[in-house]
């Protein structure tokens, strides 16, 4: 982890505790005061065991997973071997088979440091009487030693039965830190297509302060593999579990670490997935500045969406008007009709002051659909809209034409001074999308009145 600059001067601890799940379900088997840095742990069992960590009394732990899934072990399968940089999970198979009633427990050993500055302390939570076994191997500091400000953090999410063309949420950070590593187990349901054809991730980043953001590709692409799982696992990037039954027929494991690119975020991170129907299970390890948080912005909390409108492969094509930009100003019907077509009106949530128009309209390119919002005033006053878009886009405000703006593919940040009216404003865009944009099918809209 290169943003996390420890000191080199400290002295070697070891907690070494055998405990048992107590009546209420819980064993606590650290509780260390700071300043210090774990770099080690060794657990003996997994199972259903639930794993809580919680560094300098923060209101909410930092982790609360269950032991199997942070570890690599998904979607409820028997332990298997996993071999990374920030975790290896040793399964004893001989002692299992042949030396029954012996169960060949997995050693679960975790190396992604926890710093911490006043105090850490590891629950496991489970079954009453489950014997546990835990060592850790830690950094003890002297007092006032200045330390990392980050902390670590684990988001555990299991979906059942996803949409099947849509966005789940992986993880939702405010404050300030960057992305470790992130990991998916996928158990296919949708048998139409390949468990991989969803689009990838999208990490839209700093939305308060200066937007930025990563699209993926499809899922194996993502995690540094091609043509689907295998047997292949490395420091940062692995399958360690995988079931290729037929080409549409596929579960497995992936996980991706950023040891030596760690992705960084300033104000907040919203780490999403595309998917298509298939029961899904992630982990994303992050580190933030303890006590960060997002700064306050005014943005429009809801959008309608419309379209998508063939003819955006350039600027000249992007500016034929479609029948949209005639209606009223106000918040569109359900479904808005022109002649014999049909357009279904979906409502999209902001986070961050973003929108993904792609979730929309998977695999559409060099197309352009409009986007509404209102935009409430106490009082008529002047700003400046801050808009984050990735090519062509069009904006009114009260249905005045304020701009067309002509940016290369790509994100790109515009600043407009504009005048709000007392009460309601409406603010409609048309925005394209094109297949050349560097950010691969990255169809986003990042608004916020400064």
């Known amino acids: 982890m290169p943003l996390i600059t420890l000191p080199t001067s400290f002295t070697s601890r070891r907690l070494n505790i055998s405990s048992t799940i107590d009546d209420n379900g819980s064993a606590e088997v650290a509780n260390i005061q700071g300043p210090g840095c774990i770099r080690h742990i060794w657990f003996l069992r997994g199972g259903n065991l639930t794993l809580e960590i ?93 330390i990392t400000p980050y902390r670590f953090h684990a988001i555990h999410n299991r979906f059942e039965t996803t949409p099947s063309r849509g966005l789940i949420d992986m993880a939702d950070a405010s404050g300030s830190g960057f992305l470790a590593g992130f990991l998916t187990g996928y158990i296919q349901k949708n048998h139409e297509d390949m468990v991989f054809h969803t689009g990838g991730v999208t990490i839209l980043l700093d939305g308060e302060t200066k937007p930025n953001a990563i699209r993926g590709c499809n899922v194996e692409d993502d995690y540094g593999f091609t043509w689907g799982f295998n047997d292949f696992q490395a420091h940062w990037i692995g399958c360690p579990q995988h079931d290729n039954r037929v080409r549409n027929d596929q579960d497995g494991v992936f996980y991706r670490f950023f040891g030596p690119d760690p992705i960084a975020f300033r104000s907040s991170c919203s780490f999403l997935a595309n998917c298509r129907g298939d029961d899904m299970e992630t982990v994303v390890y992050y580190y933030k500045i303890h006590g960060s948080s997002a700064p306050k912005i005014e943005t429009p909390l809801e959008w309608q969406v419309v379209g998508p409108f063939p003819g955006a492969d350039d600027f000249d094509t992007f500016q034929k008007r479609e029948f949209v930009e005639q209606l009223a100003a106000g918040v569109w019907p359900d479904e808005l009709k022109n002649d014999d077509d049909n357009f279904i009106v979906s409502k999209l949530l902001s986070r961050h002051g973003w929108i993904d128009i792609q979730n929309l309209f998977y695999n559409v390119k060099d197309h352009s659909a409009y986007a509404r919002t209102t935009i409430e005033s106490e009082k008529a006053r002047e700003a400046v809209l801050r808009l984050s878009i990735n090519n062509f886009c069009s904006i009114w405000l009260n249905g005045e034409l304020l701009d067309t703006l002509q940016h290369k593919p790509g994100l790109e940040t515009t600043r407009l001074p504009v005048k709000l009216q007392k009460g309601d404003n409406h603010l409609l865009l048309k925005i394209s999308n094109s297949s050349t944009t560097p950010n691969r099918f990255l169809w986003v809209v990042n608004c916020v009145l400064e």
């Open 54 to 146: 919680n560094v300098d009394g923060a209101k909410e732990p930092q982790v609360l997973a269950p032991m199997n899934s942070f570890f690599g072990v998904m979607q409820g399968r028997d332990p298997y071997y996993v071999n990374c940089a920030a975790y290896t999970v040793l399964p004893n198979w001989v002692a299992r088979e042949k030396h029954p009633p012996i169960p060949g427990d997995p050693g679960y050993n975790l190396f992604l440091p926890i710093p911490f500055n006043e105090s850490c302390r590891i629950s496991i939570h489970g079954p009453k009487d489950a014997i546990l076994g835990t060592m850790i191997d830690w950094h003890e500091y002297e007092v006032d030693t200045e």
